[in-house]
């Protein structure tokens, strides 16, 4: 038997019928539950069912009135399908599908004008995909079918039960019900599929579909309903608990996603995430006042107009980050993977700013090369913040630090900062001094020039290996005006200070800027 692309063959059936018939009604009885097994093939070789189907026919009554002025039938049919598996051929892997088809029940008539209605009721069916962990559970329809014309409703259906079930699910339990609708326009026939879901006790996922099947024209809308989050009541671990560091979140999110086809394919789509006032707290940062709206003019492939912008008002950590704002693209390359084009990064530190030049993210690639930008960063503040004791300084540091990203390794190469105007520098330790009080007079005359000293250079050079702790040089000309009446000192001093810590929070807020792009496209 032949339906469309799928074939049932290798049919083997035993099904025993009573017939009994008086002066109106003749009746068709089935006696005992009966099966009929086949094999199942799709023609196209898109997919292969694996093993025999069993269709196990549970209870056949039909009764017919041949004499009635026009033909009268009833029919009730109860049967259910034997569980099986599905393997879709894939790119680079094979999709596994246990589906389990459940129960259907099956009432039917012809009505005196000729017309066949019926009505029927799905349940207990079920659909595993073990290689993601992925089930649907209690999936039930209650469904009619009227041949005559107009419009009708075809369907009310539910997934009840939308489970991972990994040992730490990413998601939480979800549910799904909708319906679907046949809309009659004299040649012209399509169908609407109306759906929502979300958590058991939080409704926040719509869909509406449609399609035409005369033009073959089509279109999907997809709208998450703003989800407003709060400490005392919705966070997002109670939707993804595979997210439950992430606490104290506040603010609100929502997003959209239009599709448009015809029979070639689709057409055209577009989606948009919105951000608003978006505060959490994880173990390595918080994040405080997130804003953001994101415009997909693509979603197959995956692309965005350029500028499109993300905001935090600071990000709270070792070394606070205040105002950071990216500003990027989406771009797919000829395989169609999506890339990110950072166009820039800008964030505030020590009462100057930091920046990236433009550089091209492949999320999807464990290395990253990028150059940071520092402008009028305040020699005092981050003299404060390498934690040296007793150092201390005036003027504004300007530089590029060009870094390396390979996972969690970090090589820095002949980074160079320096200060473009003259400034002053203070060092006075008790602690230095006697540590180096038998080193000579030389010295003894190095500490007191650094008590006062007039810069007219200073550079700060970084170099930093992925085996490597990094090394930090300070180079200095100038003078102290009350020591050797003045004259003129080149010093180059080694820094063992927290300046890791520093860098920490310069890559913290490009990686921060990063893992947040990569994270859209989960």
């Known amino acids: 038997l032949k339906a469309g692309s799928m074939i049932a063959e290798k049919i083997q059936a035993r099904i025993p019928l009573i017939i009994s018939a008086d002066q109106s009604i003749w009746s068709i009885h089935l006696p005992e539950r009966e099966r009929v097994q086949f094999n199942l093939v799709d023609a196209t070789k898109q997919f292969t069912i694996h093993q025999p189907l069993n269709l196990n026919i549970q209870r056949f009554d039909v009764q017919i009135q041949p004499e009635a002025p026009d033909l009268l ?194 057409q055209d789509s577009k989606g948009q995430i919105d951000v608003k006032q978006l505060s959490f707290a994880h173990p390595t940062a918080k994040i405080n006042k997130m804003d953001t709206s994101v415009h997909f003019n693509s979603l197959i492939p995956l692309a965005t107009p350029p500028q499109q912008s993300i905001d935090i008002q600071q990000v709270g950590a070792a070394v606070p980050i205040e105002n950071l704002a990216i500003r990027f693209q989406i771009e797919s390359d000829s395989q169609k993977k999506p890339r990110i084009q950072l166009e820039r990064t800008f964030f505030s530190l020590f009462a100057g700013n930091i920046t990236t030049e433009p550089t091209l993210i492949d999320p999807f690639a464990k290395s990253a090369r990028l150059t940071i930008n520092l402008n009028e960063i305040n020699l005092g503040q981050f003299f404060k913040a390498i934690q040296i004791e007793g150092l201390d300084g005036e003027g504004l540091l300007y530089g590029r630090v060009p870094i390396i990203l390979d996972g969690k390794k970090v090589t820095i190469d002949h980074s160079h900062l320096t200060a473009k105007s003259p400034g002053v520098l203070r060092f006075h330790s008790d602690k230095a001094s006697q540590m180096l009080a038998h080193s000579g007079e030389e010295m003894n005359l190095v500490l007191q020039a650094l008590e006062d000293f007039h810069y007219s250079e200073l550079a700060l050079s970084m170099d930093k290996s992925p085996e490597h702790d990094l090394t930090a040089t300070l180079s200095l000309l100038g003078k102290n005006p009350a020591v050797k009446s003045g004259q003129l000192i080149r010093l180059n001093i080694n820094l063992t200070s927290n300046l890791e810590k520093i860098l920490e929070a310069i890559i913290q807020g490009y990686s921060l800027s990063n893992e947040i792009l990569s994270d859209l496209f989960r």
């Open 73 to 266: 039938l009833n029919h009730h049919v109860r049967v259910a399908l034997s569980p099986f598996s599905v393997e879709i051929p894939q790119q680079n892997n094979t999709l596994n599908v246990t589906i389990h088809p459940g129960h259907w029940t099956l009432d039917g008539k012809i009505d005196p004008k000729g017309f066949y209605q019926n009505y029927g009721k799905w349940r207990d069916a079920s659909l595993n995909l073990p290689q993601s962990m992925l089930e649907l559970g209690q999936i039930g329809a209650n469904f009619q079918f009227k041949h005559t014309p107009g419009d009708q409703k075809i369907a009310d259906f539910s997934i009840d039960k939308i489970q991972h079930r990994a040992d730490h699910p990413f998601f939480a339990l979800h549910r799904l019900s909708g319906n679907i609708y046949r809309y009659q326009q004299k040649t012209q026939t399509s169908f609407t599929l109306n759906l929502t879901g979300g958590l058991p006790n939080k409704q926040y996922l719509t869909f509406y579909a449609e399609h035409n099947l005369n033009t073959g024209k089509g279109k999907l809308n997809f709208d998450l309903t703003p989800l407003q989050f709060s400490p005392a009541s919705l966070q997002i671990s109670d939707l993804l608990p595979g997210l439950s560091e992430i606490t104290d979140t506040e603010g609100t999110v929502s997003a959209m996603a239009r599709f448009n086809w015809t029979r070639s394919g689709i």
